[in-house]
Nanobody, 121 residues
Framework: QVQLVESGGGLVQAGGSLRLSCAAS????????MGWFRQAPGKEREFVAC???????THADSVKGRFTISRDNAKNTVYLQMSSLKPEDTAVYYC???????????????WGQGTQVTVSS
């Protein structure tokens, strides 16, 4: 089992920045991909970014150039630095861990409880 705890969400004005953190415990994540997804009210869960142990990362087109995923392997923690935030970025953001490097949410095995990000216009 892997436990994931997200933090860093909050209310920010459009154009502002936030950094989300997700701390993992339960096992070493050397062979696992870590990802961020988000879900807005009435919408399906959406891929944001994912990253391998090596640092290889993929970002969704909607956040490319504004969001950056990173991970600290020594701390078993993944981050999502979000800049130039827009009202449409408002959602609950979830951290996920899985053995497959993929943008598909259902392929991830473990999920955090989510953290709310609200961007006001």
């Amino acid at each position: 089992q892997v436990q994931l705890v997200e933090s860093g969400g909050g209310l920010v004005q459009a154009g502002g920045s936030l950094r989300l953190s997700c701390a993992a415990s339960g096992r070493t994540l050397r062979n696992y991909a870590m990802g961020w997804f988000r879900q807005a009210p009435g919408k399906e869960r959406e891929f944001v970014a994912c990253i391998l142990w090596s640092g290889v990362a993929t970002h969704a087109d909607s956040v490319k150039g504004r969001f950056t995923i990173s991970r600290d392997n020594a701390k078993n923690t993944v981050y999502l630095q979000m800049s130039s935030l827009k009202p449409e970025d408002t959602a609950v953001y979830y951290c996920a861990v899985g053995t497959t490097y993929t943008v598909v949410a259902s392929m991830y095995d473990f999920w955090g409880q989510g953290t709310q990000v609200t961007v006001s216009s």
